[in-house]
């Protein structure tokens, strides 16, 4: 390896103090010790803000930056803007890596001489289980190969995050590629594509280096009906980022912007234990008219199952037909549940 072969570490901070010990400590602890870790307190009010001070006075490599709230974008772009290592990745606060996983990184990113690498992670939740493993395989790409793979590695969840990734730092710099605080769900994904088209070679390493740790009071688990407004901004900046030809951006914004749509749908109002079904069904029925979707999608036989149906609720105005294909979903799988567990 190079001796200039820095990593920067970039962590945005906003209350969570229970977590960010564990956090800091796995990336003072890495394996590899050529680090410029840099810890932006996104105006934590709790006592997040004097935990990154001590670190800072524990290990010369630590960079902190006290910020008024600007959101996770905004604190991402303040680290972007002072990184000076040669590459760079993205922890979040609550989340922790694998010792090793910077050094396996720098090493395979350097023999293939590609500009990102992408490793797979660990869901685990509060309690410390193990909620599920993804590995994606020992795979390098060309930028043309890796077009045509993308709907694909967005399904798998493997391209849409930003944290389980190491970035050549020189490209997403020169290319001015920021991430967009407008954007308040999905925002990895839409900075991954945005800078996709700069990227000359892309590889995969079949090692899950992070741990997502699965809060059941984030922002992906709450009952918030308003987080579907943000829909409108997504499609609006999805539909201007053009990274391959147009057959290939068509079926990836189609099966972005079904999948928000669906997640939405389902953890933000079918989930809802405060809404009644007629609640839920009205509030669907609203957004399928308020929303204007329907030049982008269509039915894709690579699409899940669970897509199409919600593509065929949309378009005929029947949201009672993906409610119920949700609620018998959901059944099916906890019966499944009870029958492993009674084995």
């Given amino acids: 390896m190079s001796d200039m072969s820095k990593v920067s570490v970039v962590v945005p901070i906003y209350n969570v103090e229970q977590y960010l010990e564990k956090c800091i400590e796995s990336i003072v602890n890495q394996t590899y010790n050529d680090l410029e870790i840099i810890l932006v307190d996104d105006g934590s009010t709790d006592s997040g803000p004097s935990i990154c001070d001590k670190w800072k006075e524990k290990d010369h490599r630590i960079v902190v930056i006290h910020k008024q709230n600007g959101g996770l ?13 040669k590459y760079i990745m993205f922890e979040d606060s609550d989340d922790w890596l694998e010792l090793d996983i910077v050094k396996k990184c720098v090493e395979r990113i350097e023999r293939d001489e590609s500009d990102l690498v992408i490793f797979g992670y660990k869901m685990i939740n509060e309690r410390g289980n193990n909620l599920g493993t993804f590995n994606f395989g020992n795979k390098t790409y060309s930028s043309e190969e890796m077009s045509s793979q993308l709907h694909k590695r967005i399904l798998e969840m493997s ?37 996709f088209k700069y990227l000359n070679k892309i590889c995969y390493l079949d090692y899950a280096g992070y741990n997502y740790l699965q809060r059941e009071t984030s922002l992906l688990h709450n009952a918030d009906i308003g987080r579907v407004n943000n829909i409108s901004v997504f499609c609006k900046k999805m539909r201007g980022v053009k990274w391959g030809d147009n057959k290939s951006v068509k079926k990836v914004l189609n099966m972005c912007i079904l999948h928000y749509l669906s997640d939405c749908l389902i953890k933000n109002i079918i989930w809802n234990k405060s809404l009644n079904k007629q609640e839920k069904i009205l509030n ?47 059944l099916k799988k906890s019966v499944a549940r009870r029958h492993k567990h009674n084995v």
Avoid: C, H, Q
């Fill in 159 to 195: 391209f849409g995050y930003a944290w389980n990734k190491l970035y050549r730092l020189s490209v997403v710099k020169t290319t001015g590629i920021i991430n967009d605080g407008s954007i308040i769900d999905r925002e990895d994904l839409f900075f991954n594509l945005s800078l």
């Fill in 73 to 85: 974008s905004s604190a991402r772009n303040a680290g972007m803007e002072m990184a000076t290592g």
């Fill in 284 to 330: 669907i029925k609203k957004i399928f008219s308020r929303l204007d979707l329907k030049k982008d999608i269509y039915r894709d036989s690579d699409n899940p199952g669970y897509l199409n149906v919600l593509y065929y609720s949309i378009m005929k105005d029947r949201p009672k037909v993906f409610y119920y294909y949700v609620k018998f979903s959901d």
